[in-house]
């Protein structure tokens, strides 16, 4: 029986480290990773639907309601930044890094000027349950079956529906999905809102387990953008097995040898995955099986 | 003597003739007057800003002509500061010493840049993939470098002393017997000054010979190059080799500067800022790339001590409109723009 | 012709302009009559949280004291520079301060990476400078003077009191850095001396901000006391993701609460049986203590927390003031001197501190603060007058030969 606790305890923290890469990772992949627009702000957009999360529900609102605020906030803001911002740079990607760069700068220090250095958080719902002589929390063992779902649902979005077949159409190729009579323009705006949203949901989701300061959006930049970069061309079959390899290397190193031989195994594990595999995971799928 | 001249002036830089050759004379000799009529503040806060431009020209070069974006610059640059703190404090300042600190704190980052060149140009490394691994190299370096706080962490009778950073190293010296010359203050100032002279005139001859015009061949189209039977890997990591090392001299004159080097100089922040100056600045020239790096630290700086806790808000709007409304770069769009200008007059003339 | 002519003039009409510019920059106020006193804190960025307290706390200082005519008559002059929690700007700026500003005293720097950027040019230029931040201790350097909390005053007063209540079994899981790294020693050190048992130490790196695994390794040890120094706002998730698991056990720390006020931004009960040792914090009521709230909220009504770096910076403030008072003059050299002459105390919000001689660190009362589980604070013990012992145990005196060193355990004085 105490083998079974230490099996599930061993898949907890795999799942929690996975949770982490993905929900990360979640709405970079759509802006960065089908886009590829360089978003240096994804972390504020996390930060953005945080805090809107944490206001809504001390202002009385149901935790659910105010995660679903939260998301929808970090969406506006999204729909707003493409309109202005963003539509300007799809000729050129790589002057998004300095347009995002700055916005986060803005973003973080306006909150900071607006809202102080920190306002209280909210509490971690659904309690903690016990297996064996360890206790887990709740809601933090829910996270990975949410990130699966989440990604479940885009897979459905971008395969499935009408939205999802011209989205993808656009971005691979998009005078020719013009030419089929796609409004272009109402696409990269509805996709680029879509993942702004995705990154508000997931600083949503981790508002509660959190402290709530401007800069919180730095905890989550580098991971999300490992995980899509290595998750390769093909976000969406890469996205679920490159958090994966990621988390279970980085799970095991920190159960081992500790936090720090897991951050920087976690980064080494980056370069030498990439390495290998120099057109990441989807690339290597989809050469395996016979398509480029 | 005449090819030299063709290279200097060639195609792939802003600013050829006599003109603005005079221009540039007179600018530097400007510059190198300065400590004669300003205040040591001044002298040493233009060091300061100085010490930079060696990483931008770098990252002008590996990015701006070569088409390789390297978020890791940082790397080579805490990997020079280090290495001269720990050489320098272990040979003392006598004899000369601190010169062969200063030439192995250079020497390093060009062979790390050369093992990494390879190991990821020869490994079909490319695009945004080459960003990644180099940003996560640097971060390896600052989490690693972060916790060397022990007194295990020594190397010799230099002490790495983790997160708050290695101090007490020499500056540079040269022996003379009763007295010696030491670089900080004016002497620094004119060090470095040179220093930017020679890498500025340096790279210019590179990028206008035939290596640049390979090299930004290879920017606009690899497998097209390579067809044409050029060792592409080979030219990708030379100009990596390159950004390294200025990078790393970026990196040592940063230490001589400051007499500090701490691991948040490798860190995510600092990573950014080289890639924003040269985006900002017009990454395809080598002059545009040093005035924006100036301009820009300069600007910052100004904002920081004028702007309170607006600056960091104010710089971030200057930037966006300068790349929302100078896609090139706002020093290659403004000399664009005097051109077009002086062009239009002609014609109406 | 004409217009590359004009395109090369423009272009390096560009940079002279910039480069005469940055070297030209007008200097700051030129009265020759206030004294200049040099702030140089993080208004922005992460440490944000816990030095914007300690930037009021100056202001408030500097306003009482030119109310009352200024010292030596003379008004005081604050010349504040925002570092932006960077170090870079730490080092542009303490240069700015010294070199064009000129100033008398500088204060200020929160982590102890800033403070050692800045701490060579202090010496270079023999600056006189105020370190107000609790840290590792061992900073033994003539220019510098510390009103923040060591170790040995925050330790040797914390860990024997929880293991004396709550049992011999220790877990320290620390920030990776120096101070974190110091302070895991400390506690080691200490834990032996009263007897009890280290059952695990574990040292995170500052970015790290999940700590299921770290939760797990402390319940499989089963302490009796869990020590925590983590610093900055990633590791401060740790609270939170804690109580969610149930961890339970009681909680010791000299770093959280009375400097980022974490009581107040968690939600109870994440720091639940949390004991912190400070050398101040808001709930302090003493009649000191309230009279200074009364005055700091009358000036700054929307302040979050008063937390001890504050006072410190305001004590560094007055403590300076006698320094002068008793130099006669600004000059820095005869103000130093004065200062680690022996008697230089002021009576601040924290009670009575004063400047010890060979360390050139202060005397603190040490408050035991208590978070219950509905975040409320008792303050169950307090220790008067915890001297800054250590450095002058082990051979740092300031008041006999110059030094400019930081010291720690495992790196000692040559004697």
Same mark, same amino acid.
């Given at each position: 029986m105490d083998y079974l606790f230490q099996a599930y305890a061993v898949f907890y923290q795999f799942a929690d480290a996975f949770a982490f890469l993905t929900l990360s990772g979640l709405g970079l992949a759509i802006i960065f990773g089908m886009m590829g627009v360089i978003n240096l702000a994804h972390g504020e957009f996390i930060m953005c639907g945080a805090y809107v999360t944490v206001l809504s529900a001390r202002a009385g609102l149901a935790l659910p309601l105010a995660m679903l605020a939260g998301t929808a906030a970090a969406g506006l803001v999204g729909y707003l930044l493409e309109r202005h911002i963003v539509r300007r740079l799809y000729q050129r990607l790589f002057d998004s890094i300095v347009a995002t760069w700055s916005i986060s700068i803005v973003a973080t220090q306006g909150m900071l000027i607006v809202a102080g250095p920190s306002i209280e958080g909210i509490k971690t719902p659904m309690g903690s349950f016990e297996v064996g002589s360890l206790s887990f929390s709740v809601y933090r063992a829910i996270l990975p079956f949410i990130a699966l779902a989440l990604l479940g649902a885009l897979y459905w979005l971008f395969v499935r529906t009408r939205f999802g077949v011209h989205s993808r159409a656009t971005i691979q190729d998009a005078s020719m999905a013009k030419a089929l009579g796609v409004d272009t323009r109402s696409i990269y705006s509805k996709t680029f809102v879509l993942g702004a949203a995705l990154a508000g949901l997931t600083g949503a989701l981790y508002a509660p387990t959190m402290t709530a300061v401007p800069t919180m959006g730095t905890a989550f930049i580098v991971q999300s953008f490992v995980t899509v970069v290595v998750s390769g061309a093909d976000v969406m079959l890469g996205l679920a097995p490159s958090a994966a390899i990621l988390g279970l290397i980085q799970a095991a190193l920190t159960g081992l040898s500790g936090q720090l031989i897991g951050q920087i195994g976690l980064l080494v594990t980056v370069i030498i995955v990439i390495r290998t595999l120099p057109t990441g995971l989807s690339g290597f799928f989809l050469r395996r099986n016979g398509e480029k | 003597m005449r090819r030299f001249l063709n290279l200097l002036n060639g195609p792939r830089t802003l600013g050829r003739g006599l003109q603005f050759w005079v221009g540039f004379c007179v600018v530097f000799v400007i510059a190198a007057s300065m400590p004669t009529f300003t205040d040591s503040f001044a002298v040493t806060n233009l060091t300061f800003f100085l010490v930079w431009t060696f990483m931008a020209l770098g990252l002008s070069v590996m990015w701006g002509y070569g088409g390789i974006l390297s978020f890791g610059q940082t790397a080579f640059f805490g990997l020079a500061g280090y290495t001269y703190g720990v050489v320098s404090i272990n040979l003392g300042d006598a004899h000369g010493l601190t010169w062969v600190a200063l030439l192995v704190a250079l020497l390093l980052p060009v062979l790390l840049a050369l093992v990494l060149g390879y190991f990821m140009f020869y490994g079909g490394i490319r695009d945004v993939f080459v960003g990644i691994v180099t940003l996560s190299v640097t971060l390896v370096f600052e989490t690693f470098m972060a916790q060397t706080a022990g007194p295990e962490w020594t190397i010799g009778d230099a002490r790495l002393n983790g997160f708050n950073g290695m101090s007490g190293m020499p500056p540079l010296t040269i022996n003379g017997g009763e007295s010696n010359l030491i670089f900080d203050g004016p002497p620094l100032y004119w060090f470095v000054l040179a220093l930017v002279l020679v890498c500025y005139l340096g790279l210019r001859l590179l990028v206008n010979s035939r290596f640049g015009r390979v090299l930004v061949a290879i920017r606009g189209n690899p497998d097209r190059v390579e067809m044409l039977g050029y060792n592409v890997r080979m030219y990708q990591l030379s100009a990596f080799a390159i950004g390294g090392g200025m990078a790393g001299l970026s990196g040592v004159l940063y230490t001589l500067w400051g007499a500090y080097i701490t691991p948040s100089s490798m860190g995510l922040n600092a990573a950014a800022l080289p890639i924003i100056w040269v985006a900002a600045g017009g990454r395809k020239d080598l002059t545009a790339v040093l005035v924006a790096t100036v301009a820009l630290t300069w600007v910052s700086q100004q904002l920081a001590i004028y702007g309170n806790q607006y600056a960091l808000i104010l710089m971030g709007f200057l930037l966006l409109c300068v790349v929302l409304g100078a896609p090139e770069g706002f020093v290659v769009s403004l000399v664009m723009f005097f051109k077009r200008k002086l062009a239009l007059r002609k014609q109406l003339a | 012709m004409k217009g590359s002519l004009f395109t090369g003039m423009s272009a390096f009409c560009l940079i002279s302009i910039l480069v005469a510019a940055a070297a030209l920059m007008p200097a700051g106020a030129r009265a020759a009559d206030p004294i200049k006193l040099g702030l140089l804190e993080d208004q922005s960025g992460n440490f944000a949280i816990a030095?914007?307290?300690?930037?009021?706390?100056?202001?408030?200082?500097?306003?009482?004291?030119?109310?009352?005519?200024?010292?030596?008559?003379?008004?005081?002059?604050?010349?504040?520079?925002?570092?932006?929690?960077?170090?870079?700007?730490?080092?542009?700026?303490?240069?700015?301060?010294?070199?064009?500003?000129?100033?008398?005293?500088?204060?200020?720097?929160?982590?102890?990476?800033?403070?050692?950027?800045?701490?060579?040019?202090?010496?270079?230029?023999?600056?006189?400078?105020?370190?107000?931040?609790?840290?590792?201790?061992?900073?033994?350097?003539?220019?510098?003077?510390?009103?923040?909390?060591?170790?040995?005053?925050? &330790?040797?007063?914390?860990?024997?009191?929880?293991?004396?209540?709550?049992?011999?079994?220790?877990?320290?899981?620390?920030?990776?850095?120096?101070?974190?790294?110091?302070?895991?020693?400390?506690? %080691?050190?200490?834990?032996?001396?009263?007897?009890?048992?280290?059952?695990?130490?574990?040292?995170?790196?500052?970015?790290?901000?999940? &700590?299921?695994?770290?939760?797990?390794?402390?319940?499989?040890?089963?302490?009796?006391?869990?020590?925590?120094?983590?610093?900055?706002?990633?590791?401060?998730? &740790?609270?939170?993701?804690?109580?969610?698991?149930?961890?339970?056990?009681?909680?010791?720390?000299?770093?959280?609460?009375?400097?980022?006020?974490?009581? %107040?931004?968690?939600?109870?009960?994440?720091?639940?049986?949390?004991?912190?040792?400070?050398?101040?914090?808001?709930?302090?009521?003493?009649?000191?203590?309230?009279? &200074?709230?009364? %005055?700091?909220?009358?000036?700054?009504?929307?302040?979050?927390?008063?937390?001890?770096?504050?006072?410190?910076?305001?004590?560094?403030?007055?403590?300076?003031?006698?320094?002068?008072?008793?130099?006669?003059?600004?000059?820095?050299?005869?103000?130093?001197?004065?200062?680690?002459?022996?008697?230089?105390?002021?009576?601040?919000?924290?009670?009575?501190?004063?400047?010890?001689?060979?360390?050139?660190?202060?005397?603190?009362?040490?408050?035991?603060?208590?978070?219950?589980?509905?975040?409320?604070?008792?303050?169950?013990?307090?220790?008067?007058?915890?001297?800054?012992?250590?450095?002058?145990?082990?051979?740092?005196?300031?008041?006999?030969?110059?030094?400019?060193?930081?010291?720690?355990?495992?790196?000692?004085?040559?004697?």
């Open positions: - | - | 030095v914007i307290p300690k930037i009021h706390a100056v202001e408030l200082a500097v306003e009482e004291i030119n109310a009352k005519g200024g010292v030596l008559g003379r008004p005081i002059k604050i010349i504040h520079y925002d570092t932006q929690s960077d170090n870079t700007r730490f080092q542009e700026f303490a240069r700015r301060l010294i070199q064009q500003d000129k100033v008398d005293v500088i204060l200020g720097a929160f982590s102890s990476a800033s403070r050692e950027a800045i701490r060579p040019i202090m010496d270079r230029y023999n600056q006189l400078y105020f370190y107000n931040n609790q840290y590792e201790g061992g900073v033994c350097d003539s220019n510098n003077f510390v009103t923040g909390a060591v170790p040995e005053q925050q &330790f040797s007063t914390l860990i024997p009191w929880m293991m004396e209540k709550y049992g011999k079994r220790v877990y320290t899981i620390a920030a990776d850095y120096n101070f974190g790294q110091i302070s895991a020693e400390w506690v %080691r050190i200490i834990v032996k001396e009263n007897g009890g048992t280290m059952v695990g130490e574990e040292f995170i790196p500052l970015s790290v901000s999940q &700590f299921s695994q770290t939760i797990q390794n402390i319940q499989k040890a089963k302490p009796d006391v869990l020590v925590t120094l983590l610093v900055g706002a990633n590791q401060a998730s &740790f609270y939170e993701q804690q109580a969610a698991a149930n961890l339970g056990f009681p909680m010791a720390s000299s770093v959280n609460v009375g400097q980022a006020y974490e009581h %107040r931004r968690f939600k109870a009960p994440a720091l639940k049986d949390m004991y912190v040792t400070a050398n101040y914090v808001e709930e302090v009521d003493s009649p000191a203590s309230n009279d &200074f709230k009364k %005055r700091f909220h009358a000036k700054f009504p929307n302040e979050p927390y008063i937390n001890q770096e504050a006072a410190n910076s305001y004590d560094a403030v007055y403590l300076y003031k006698a320094g002068v008072e008793k130099a006669g003059s600004t000059d820095q050299k005869k103000v130093g001197a004065a200062l680690r002459s022996g008697d230089i105390c002021t009576t601040g919000p924290s009670g009575k501190v004063c400047i010890d001689p060979k360390s050139q660190h202060t005397s603190h009362t040490i408050y035991l603060v208590h978070v219950k589980a509905d975040h409320s604070v008792e303050i169950p013990k307090v220790w008067d007058n915890i001297q800054p012992y250590w450095l002058g145990q082990v051979g740092c005196d300031l008041s006999k030969k110059a030094d400019h060193n930081q010291y720690t355990p495992s790196h000692l004085p040559k004697k």
